[in-house]
Structure formats: C-alpha cells, structure tokens
C-alpha cells in the first residue's frame, strides 16, 4: 500500500510528531512537497504532505491560520509539517488550533530532520509500493495464465475473483452469462445484461463502471475482442475501486480471454468451412460422406432429428446466428450454422435450446415491429427485412427435402409479411391465403376474364353457373337447383364455357384451375 502519515510518524529516522489530527493519519501520502509561499494552493494537486518553515507566514495570528489552513483542506491536502528551530522554536499556537478546528493533521519536524529526508522516504515508500504491485502484477499473470491453461475461462475467472477479493463473469456476444466464479455469482452477473448489451452497442474495446457507494458492488464491464462488434464482454465486482495490483490482474484477464476469443473465431470460421462442405453433402443426398467429414464436430447432431432453418435479410442473419449458436453452445448442443451471402443456413436439433432460440428471436423481432409501428416509426427488424422459414424433423437421408421445406416456408413468411413461417404451419392452414399473390391474382383474371365480358352483355351468367357447378362436383341436378335454373339450362352454359375458354370442363386440372381462379378473384371483391 502506499505510505500513509502514520507510517511516516512511525519512520524512527525521521522523528516527527504529531501536534494536532492524530485521528486521521491513515490517509495515503501522494507525494511530499515544500512551499514558503502564503499561498501555496494553485500549485497542489490533492494528496500532499505540505513542508514549511513559516518563512513569510505570520503564524502567530488566528486569523491568518484559519484562512492559511482551510485553504489547504479545500486543495487536498493531507498533512502539515512544520519545521521547528528555523523561524520558530515551537509550533505557534494559531496554527495548532487552526489545524485542529479543521482535522488538518499537523507534524512537528525537528531541527535535525531535513525536509529532503522526508520527501526521500516518501518517494521511497512509493516506489516499493509501485514494486510490490507490479510484482503481484507479474504473479497474478502467471496464475491467470496457468489456470486458462489448465482449466479455460472458467479456471481464469476463479483466479481473478480471487485476485481482486470479489467476483468475476464472462458473457457471450448475446449477453447471456457464459460462466462466473464464484458459483453465487452467477445471479448478480445475469442482472447486468442490459449494461452489457449497451456496452457491446459500442466498437471495441470499450468499458463501463455500474454501481458504487450506493450498491452492493462497484462493477467494472469491459468488452473482448478486436472486432468492430465485441465477441463477449468481462464483468469485475468488488467493494471498492481497483489498486494497481488488481488493475494489472484484470488486464491481463483482459488480454487472455482475448486471445482466446481470437483463436476462438479462427476455429469458427474452420469449423463454417467444414459446415459448409457438411450441408453440401446432405444436400447432395450423401449423408455417409457428410457423417465422415463431421466427426465429432457435428456427429450428435446427424444422428438425431434435427430441422432446417434458412433466413434471409438482417445482414445474412448474423444477429440469428449469434443467438442460435450461443443457445446451442449453453447447453451443450451442435449447431451447423453456414452464412451464404444474403442467407443463412442452420441445422439445429429438434426440440432443443438452439431451436428455441430461433422461435423466441424472430418473436422479440416480431414484438419490436409491432412496438415500432404502434409509433409509427421503422424498426430495425423491418429495416432489416429478415425473414425465417422452419423445415419439419428430418433426419440425414431427408436433408434435401427438410432444406426445401424450409424455403417454401420462408417463401411464405415473405409474402405474409411474417419473420418466421414453420413448414408444419402450411399444413394445417388453407391454401387460399396464398391466392393472394400478385402472379395468381394476375392468372385468375386473365382466366376468367372472357367469361366476364360474356356476362357484361347480359346474355347470361357463366361465371355463376361455373361456380356452382364446380362447387357442387358436377352434379348437374344440385348445382342447377341452387341456381334456380332448369338442368338443361345449365348443360348449355356449360358449353358455353367450354366454347369461351377453349378447354374441356372433363379435364380435372382445368377443373382445379377454374375453381383457383373463381376463388382468387372472390378474395379480391
């Protein structure tokens, strides 16, 4: 620690005593300075010991003191040292009092003792401090170092709660608390993740301080990693503000997780290159070769069911991908992710974290859409246009067909103007939504549209009797009753359509046609 009055007191070369404020000789010495003028104040900084002879001082009146001394405190100055047998003999009185009224500590230095001795033996104390905390420093390092080595952040956090006499945790790029030490750690760190969403909103590297007095803690945020976008932030609590030597220990927790956030990455990218060449497989119906080329790396999850997610839009789906592999890697799961340009490819297993987090992502998109429009301002998500389509559960051998089901879904999700659209969802809805289209729409009236020019003329009502009819399965007695029409009537008017349209009304897929367009062209009146 560094040299404090007290410790100067009890220096025995130095034999100074204490004459007034003995109830505050705890507070650091930043320096010791000598200054014969009446005003020494604009030439202190706070922290100092003051050394004076009372050369051009008239320390002998009250006033003057009072004035002399309350200036000092208002400067920061810590003590007083006055020298005896100069210019006086003895401390005068005005001064002691002075000092005492306002909890100056006042030193009488003897004779003997010259002021270079003391400013000696505080530049000494500080030096050995500064020493003994760059050698924690160094060995607080190597301890750090040691346990990443051995036992990876976890073990690096450990070690630094331990430095700093408090605790430590490690988010991941979505701000989720990757791990803490100690274990009740894990609590207090998951309550800052607000702050540590705003501090990754900052280029790196950044930090921040939360709390203080008022607090149970004061924490210290610092981002990780060289990136424009931080790939995971450090949280530090402890009772009070940092030393030295608890500042080296949380740099160089600072540079380790660094590192290791950087080989992290380059292992990351590899691992995309082998996803990459894993899809292409699946895709290409080889999910023999595509289990040999995973490995370990993705072997759990070609073994399970698992679902296809593509999403485009949002930069590639890169916030997506961050929260899904975060999600997977939490507990525990493998995740092939690979960005292709605009898109993004996930195979995630189904039911799990990974999955969920796809689900519980595009419904926060979803939510902050709905909040943007209700103040009619754009949001990120729709600035961003990302949309989602979810295949079913398929497993290796169907990995094609899970891959198509997911871009019809999206496909959907684009034109219903929804973030995600699951493919079980087209299956259990109807079909006539997707009458809307524009190219349907377009279809349908170009269909019909000679039968409604026929009608126009007031020499029938074709369209009308075409719809009955297909609605009745051509059951020519039923469909001409709910017309109120004789059934031979309806005969001829069928002709007539066939004659219009230039097609066989006995064909099932004009039939389906017909009855699309008939169905398009109703949604739109």
């Not at 014969?36 to 009146?61: C, F, H, R, S």
């Not at 920061?76 to 306002?102: M, Q, S, T």
């Not at 190597?142 to 450990?158: H, I, S, Y």
Request: glycine content about 8%; aromatic content about 4%.
């Amino acid at each position: 620690m560094p040299p404090t009055l007290a410790s100067l007191v009890h220096h025995s070369a130095l034999k100074l005593t204490v004459r007034a404020g003995a109830d505050r000789l705890d507070v650091p010495v930043r320096w010791a300075h000598v200054s014969e003028l009446a005003d020494p104040v604009p030439y202190m900084e706070g922290g100092e010991l003051l050394l004076i002879t009372a050369l051009k001082l008239d320390a002998e009146d009250p006033e003057a003191m009072r004035r002399y001394v309350r200036r000092l405190v208002g400067a920061g100055v810590v003590g007083l040292g006055f020298a005896i047998g100069v210019n006086y003999e003895e401390i005068p009185k005005a001064l002691v009092d002075a000092a005492e009224e306002e909890g100056l500590p006042l030193l009488e230095v003897p004779r003997r003792t010259p002021f270079l001795a003391i400013t000696k033996a505080v530049s000494a104390a500080i030096a050995a401090d500064q020493y003994r905390a760059v050698t924690a420093g160094f060995a607080a390092q190597r301890e750090l170092t040691k346990q990443a080595l051995n036992d990876g952040p976890e073990g690096l956090l450990g070690a630094l709660a331990a430095q700093v006499d408090g605790w430590a945790a490690l988010y991941d790029a979505s701000g989720a608390v990757v791990a803490a030490a100690p274990d009740w750690a894990g609590r207090r760190a998951a309550r800052l993740t607000a702050d540590v969403e705003r501090l990754r909103d900052r280029p790196a590297p950044a930090s921040s301080v939360v709390g203080g007095p008022d607090h149970e803690d004061r924490v210290e945020l610092h981002s990780i990693g060289t990136g424009r976008r931080p790939r995971a932030a450090l949280a530090v609590g402890t009772e009070a503000a940092l030393g030295t030597a608890e500042r080296y220990a949380v740099h160089s927790a600072i540079a380790l997780l660094t590192l290791t956030t950087e080989r992290s990455r380059s292992l990351h990218e590899a691992e995309q290159r082998i996803g990459a060449a894993v899809l292409r497989m699946l895709l290409a119906g080889e999910p023999d070769h595509a289990r040999a080329v995973a490995g370990d790396l993705y072997g759990g999850l070609l073994d399970a069911p698992f679902r296809v997610i593509v999403a485009e839009g949002e930069a590639g789906g890169s916030g997506l991908a961050e929260a899904v592999e975060a999600a997977g890697a939490r507990a525990g799961e493998a995740v092939l992710a690979v960005p292709e340009g605009e898109r993004l490819v996930v195979l995630a297993a189904d039911g799990g974290a990974a999955a969920r987090a796809c689900a519980e992502y595009a419904a926060s998109l979803e939510a902050a859409r709905g909040t943007a429009s209700t103040v009619r301002e754009p949001s990120a998500a729709e600035d961003d246009d990302l949309v989602i389509g979810l295949s079913a559960p398929a497993g290796p051998t169907a990995a094609a067909a899970a891959y198509k089901q997911a871009e019809q879904a999206l496909s959907v999700a684009r034109r219903r103007g929804r973030i995600l659209v699951e493919h079980e969802q087209l299956a259990t809805g109807s079909v006539l939504p997707l009458l809307a289209d524009d190219a349907v729409k377009a279809f349908a009236d170009g269909l019909l549209r000679a039968l409604h020019d026929h009608d126009a003329t007031g020499r029938g009502d074709l369209v009308a009797s075409l719809r009955a009819w297909l609605s009745r399965h051509g059951q020519w007695d039923a469909a001409a009753a709910d017309l109120g029409v004789h059934r031979h009537t309806l005969r001829y008017r069928m002709r007539r359509v066939e004659e219009i349209l230039g097609r066989s009304l006995d064909d099932p897929d004009v039939r389906m046609e017909l009855w699309l367009a008939l169905k398009a062209t109703a949604a739109e009146q």
